[in-house]
């Protein structure tokens, strides 16, 4: 294991919960603990794969309205269309005392037509599953305004694809993979304005669709995430996102991602996001642009 994949790690098993996830007392408050303590939107919406944060990056925010003496928890249905494929993303995530985040993903990627040109078949699906965790290291980003301290955490992905001998055959190294992650987020609420970069460790290809690592590059490269958020109000924010992405397969070359948003909580149970999002190139199709659609529920 890397040096710094050990420190994700090592952050997420040492990094001390609040006092009241460790006071029996709470676990007799029942629903009491569902309080939405925290302000509306500061839970972010659920990521494509199943974190809090954006459309495409991962945030330092804690998914759910559980304030430090609550949990939160939320599901989401997110449909991505590009031109020549389709991505369906449902799952679930728990926030617990704005903390501890734990979330799951299912991912089932749909080649419409390409399916076809390539021999596999028309229509034909990949699938994944993510399970992951994250942990609020340092700093506060509501509460934090009279520092330049960003709220800071840590986290972990494990991505599972249910294609082992289509990887394979593209040359790809493995169908699981884990992706380690640190996330820093800054809130202005005197600007409106929220601003995040995230340095993720991954060999996933086009997220884990296409496996991990490949004949080109089968180590860890140290990719980027990025984001702004403007909140024109309490329950309407545009923004924009930018990921990058490892290139290690030699049958395709991999772009790097983005999109343009809004996002519309209609309370803190229900949230709307749509996006622009451009993936690039995947496999033998180029500009692969289009819509994203997702919706969250939550407690």
């Known amino acids: 294991m890397r040096g710094w994949q050990g420190v994700v790690l090592g952050l997420i098993c040492s990094a001390g919960l609040s006092p009241a996830f460790a006071d029996d007392s709470m676990l007799d408050k029942g629903l009491g603990l569902l309080d939405s303590g925290k302000l509306l939107a500061t839970g972010g919406v659920s990521n494509v794969e199943g974190a809090g944060g954006g459309g495409l990056a991962t945030w330092a925010l804690i998914s759910g309205y559980g304030s430090r003496d609550g949990v939160g928890f939320n599901a989401h249905g997110t449909y991505i269309r590009t031109g020549d494929y389709s991505l369906w993303s449902g799952g679930a995530a728990i926030g617990l005392f704005d903390r501890v985040e734990l979330s799951y993903a299912h991912q089932s990627f749909d080649t419409q037509h390409v399916g076809a040109l390539l021999g596999l078949g028309q229509g034909f699906t990949i699938d994944q599953d993510i399970y992951g965790a994250k942990v609020k290291v340092v700093g506060d980003a509501v509460y934090d305004q009279d520092s330049w301290l960003p709220q800071i955490a840590a986290g972990v992905q494990y991505k599972h694809n249910d294609r082992g001998w289509l990887i394979k055959a593209i040359g790809g190294a493995s169908d699981d993979g884990t992706d380690y992650y640190v996330a820093f987020t800054k809130l202005f609420l005197a600007q409106s304005l929220l601003v995040d970069a995230t340095v ?53 070359r991999e772009d790097n991602a983005w999109d343009l948003f809004a996002a519309y909580f209609l309370t803190k149970n229900v949230s709307l996001t749509a996006a622009y999002v451009d993936l690039g190139n995947i496999v033998i199709k180029d500009h692969q642009n289009g819509a994203y659609l997702s919706v969250q529920v939550g407690l």
């Open 200 to 252: 993720r460790e991954t060999k996933a290809n086009q997220f884990g669709i296409l496996g991990f690592g490949g004949d080109k590059d089968n180590g860890y490269s140290t990719e980027f995430e990025g984001s702004a958020a403007y909140l024109f109000s309490r329950n309407f924010a545009v923004g924009a996102e930018f990921r990058t992405k490892p290139d290690n397969l030699g049958i395709a």
